[in-house]
């Protein structure tokens, strides 16, 4: 113990996470901390894991309900859903063993927009939350939190949940104190004001989260790195995409819909994301900012570049090369990058404000430019809808991207109906493809369908695209949106069937 907990009383809370573990009881409800692999708490979600393991080998039964910010790391997700001890889950997650368990129907989950967690658990709906688990940077004197990587849920979590678990994680680099924006201006309904935050670099609020000190029930000491994933070199498909977004920013600046620091900037995670940004350091762009959720490798280039002057999210979420980097020079960029709570981040009210331009991954579209975001074949889920519906709808410009085709050329994902939506079509302004860029703004649903087929489908699955819609155009029950109901998902059923997707 050293100066990170520079408060006696907090001091005195100090112990090892199978004491801490033993705190939490089971069939009640834990909010942790962590916005992807970033800022979650490791050691006590470990122990609890075992003691539920123990639990279960003596036939006692042992499930908890987790809320966390968004995806966490295999220390908390991972070996809660190993241990079965996980009986429902929000709000994002792209943890495998839990993917597989709520797929084989043995895990609840409920996922959420993400900026809606925060007011929803304010406003009751989401019921009592027993016992929240927070990674934190350090304790200062006054009983303040210092946060970590990530802010997430966290300042709602330490002001709802009844009892307090602290992980300190000296790996954390103190310097990060200052870098936090906790806005605590959030009131519910009918007494709810303006979010005072007009510009990308604002900040509102607190360097860090308040906590009453009566409620710390431990503190475990961690030394224990981020651990997010690293970035695939870009792709042929995902440098074609990147082209081709690129060129539509060009076009809209030269058009004077966009002035030429763009506007603030939103993407998405994944590599074809991580590509565009890297691609926006060799564009004829100045001074751009960043409103968005997660930082990734491509935006902190872009930011060494030069070219980004500053960007708000609510987590950083780097390569382990880079979190290496960026964690030891922390303090450098401390006036440049705002973490705030998610609720903050993804606050519609702000994304229309500031007029972001939103650029996400999809599952796939359909001839209309409805998105899917979330589910494969209808019924699996692959992650949750995170952001992207904060964002879309609220963007100055949303923008959807992917691949034409998925699994090798079996998968078009480019579908005369999509199997899920997330994102009606009036949420969705531009698709882009390896194939192209279908800029859908004002158009009518056939003029949409007419776009989209041209420019983003893959020549493979062109001709039966074509075909279905001249088909529908014949024999659609209304001539709106044409759609032939019979056929609309047998694209999808076919792949389940068969294995692909391709006509017969
Ligand atoms: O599966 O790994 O088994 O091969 O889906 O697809 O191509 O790796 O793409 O990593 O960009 O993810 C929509 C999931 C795209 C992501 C999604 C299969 C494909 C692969 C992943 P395998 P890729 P990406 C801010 C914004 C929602 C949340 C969001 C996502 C796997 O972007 O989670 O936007 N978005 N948040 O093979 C069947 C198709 C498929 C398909 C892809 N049409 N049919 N399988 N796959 N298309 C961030 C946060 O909210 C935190």
Same mark, same amino acid.
């Given at each position: ?36 692999? #970033? ?70 989950? #409920?996922?959420?927009? =993400? ?73 519910? %309904? ?5 979010? %005072? ?82 691609? =926006?350091?060799?564009? &004829? ?31 950083? #979420?780097?390569? &382990? ?19 705030? %709570? ?71 994902? =480019? ?21 192209? =860029? ?20 893959? &020549? ?29 998902? #047998? ?14």
């Amino acid at each position: 113990t050293d100066d990170r907990i520079a408060s006696a009383r907090h001091r005195a809370k100090v112990m090892s996470a199978e004491d801490a573990a033993i705190l939490i009881a089971p069939n009640t409800t834990v909010g942790l901390s962590g916005f992807t692999a #970033s800022g979650y708490p490791t050691a006590v979600p470990l122990a609890l894991a075992a003691r539920i393991e123990a639990e279960h080998a003596a036939g006692r039964p042992f499930k908890l309900r987790i809320w966390t910010g968004a995806s966490t790391g295999p220390e908390l997700d991972g070996a809660l859903a190993k241990a079965d001890g996980i009986e429902f889950r929000l709000p994002y997650n792209s943890d495998p063993t839990c993917r597989d368990r709520i797929n084989r129907g043995e895990m609840a989950y #409920s996922d959420m927009h =993400l900026s809606q967690v925060a007011p929803v658990a304010w406003q009751g709906f989401l019921g009592p939350l027993d016992t929240a688990i927070i990674q934190v940077t350090g304790i200062r004197e006054d009983g303040a939190l210092i946060p970590a990587s990530s802010v997430g849920n966290n300042k709602t979590w330490l002001d709802r949940a009844s009892q307090v678990i602290l992980e300190v994680n000296r790996w954390q680099n103190p310097e990060l104190l200052g870098m936090h924006d906790i806005y605590y201006g959030t009131a519910l %309904p009918p007494n709810r004001v303006p979010i %005072p935050l007009i510009r990308a670099g604002d900040r509102i609020g607190e360097p860090c989260f308040r906590c009453d000190p009566d409620k710390i029930v431990a503190i475990v000491e961690t030394d224990q790195p981020d651990r997010n994933a690293g970035f695939t070199a870009p792709g042929p498909d995902d440098l074609a995409i990147a082209g081709h977004l690129l060129e539509f920013l060009e076009h809209e600046v030269s058009k004077g819909r966009l002035p030429p620091s763009l506007l603030p900037l939103q993407s998405g995670v994944g590599n074809t994301a991580n590509a565009v940004l890297t691609g =926006l350091i060799d564009a &004829p762009f100045e001074d751009l900012s960043a409103y968005t959720e997660v930082i990734q490798d491509g935006m902190m280039a872009l930011m060494d570049s030069g070219k980004l002057r500053v960007a708000s999210s609510t987590a950083l #979420s780097l390569s &382990p090369e880079l979190t290496e980097r960026v964690n030891r020079s922390m303090g450098d960029y401390r006036d440049r990058i705002i973490l705030r %709570p998610q609720e903050i981040s993804n606050h519609p009210e702000v994304i229309r404000r500031l007029g972001c331009i939103a650029m996400n991954g999809m599952i796939e579209a359909d001839i209309y430019g409805n998105v899917n975001s979330t589910h494969i074949m209808g019924s699996r889920i692959q992650n949750g809808i995170g952001g992207s519906g904060d964002f879309a709808r609220n963007a100055y410009i949303s923008i959807f991207m992917s691949a034409s085709t998925a699994k090798g050329g079996k998968i078009s994902t =480019l579908v005369p109906a999509v199997s899920h939506v997330d994102h009606i079509n009036q949420d969705v302004q531009v698709i882009v493809t390896e194939q192209g =860029l279908a800029d859908l703004r004002g158009l009518s649903p056939k003029q949409r369908a007419r776009v989209v087929i041209d420019t983003c489908a893959h &020549p493979s699955f062109r001709p039966a695209l074509e075909d279905y819609y001249q088909r529908a155009l014949k024999g659609s029950y209304g001539l709106q949106t044409p759609m032939l109901l019979d056929e609309a998902l #047998s694209w999808h059923s076919r792949f389940v069937r068969s294995g692909s997707m391709a006509p017969l």
